[in-house]
């Protein structure tokens, strides 16, 4: 099973639905995580990316996934069908039985951008798109 992780909104549900997935014991778990190159200007921002990126490494280690990392730089990460192109092939690389991902990468939708739509076609395996809402009235009532 691959995961696509990239840290945004839909994140944790897709680590909640990966766990869940995996406590079956009929997949291994190989994560993609999608790293965007940042601009660094000081020695401090630098060294924060860092601890960051550790920390991150660390809990998906702990959890006992598979890690591997996916670099997109400033032109791809502004292109969907740069990124989408180049997901596709990390995706194919492994072959996997299963995806799962959450409903955004990026700035870019599995639900309406055509080349992610066009990923999504071109995969040869079940797909699970997690994505994380409330409705706005039972928010203000847990609030």
């Known amino acids: 099973m691959i995961v696509l992780y990239e840290g945004g909104d839909h994140s944790d549900l897709v680590l909640k639905a990966t766990s869940w997935l995996e406590y079956s014991g009929k997949f291994n778990v190989c994560v993609l995580a999608l790293n965007k190159r940042h601009e660094v200007n000081t020695t401090e921002e630098f060294e924060q990316i860092i601890v960051e990126d550790n920390k991150r490494k660390q809990y998906l280690e702990q959890v006992g996934f598979e890690f591997n990392e996916i670099h997109l730089s400033e032109d791809t990460g502004e292109s969907s069908e740069k990124s989408a192109d180049l997901i ?42 997690a994505r994380q809402f409330t409705f706005p009235a039972v928010h203000r009532v847990k609030a």
């Open 88 to 129: 596709l092939s990390a995706i194919n690389a492994s072959q996997p039985d299963l995806v799962v991902t959450g409903a955004t990468i990026r700035k870019f939708s599995f639900f309406n951008d055509s080349h992610f739509l066009s990923l999504l076609d071109q995969l040869s395996c079940p797909i699970v798109i």
